[in-house]
């Protein structure tokens, strides 16, 4: 926002409000689909019949999957902010 104009602060926060909305239903989505994935390669389709063994299977390299994207946004971020 300090970069903005001031006769563009409106636009620039709204352009926040949509990023940081559509960057959390995207997590939202990315992490369902992720488990649901890997809960599938498992063997089990559904989670209420599924052993423990195989939810935690689907969790466990869901969130791996997460914290890799994560860790890259978070190298992009800092490689944008050395450049400029």
């Known amino acids: 926002m300090d970069s903005a104009p001031t006769h563009r602060l409106g636009v620039a926060g ?3 409000n949509m990023s940081r909305t559509l960057g959390m239903g995207l997590g939202i989505t990315l992490g369902g689909l992720s488990y649901q994935l890997f809960l599938s390669m498992s063997g089990t ?3 209420n019949t599924a052993p423990r063994t195989h939810l935690i299977f ?5 969130f791996t ?3 890799f994207i994560a860790a890259i946004a978070l190298a992009v971020s800092f ?4 450049s400029h």
């Open 14 to 16: 709204g352009i926040l």
């Open 45 to 47: 389709a559904n989670e």
């Open 58 to 62: 689907a969790f466990r390299y869901s």
């Open 65 to 67: 999957v997460l914290a």
């Open 79 to 82: 490689i944008r902010q050395r």
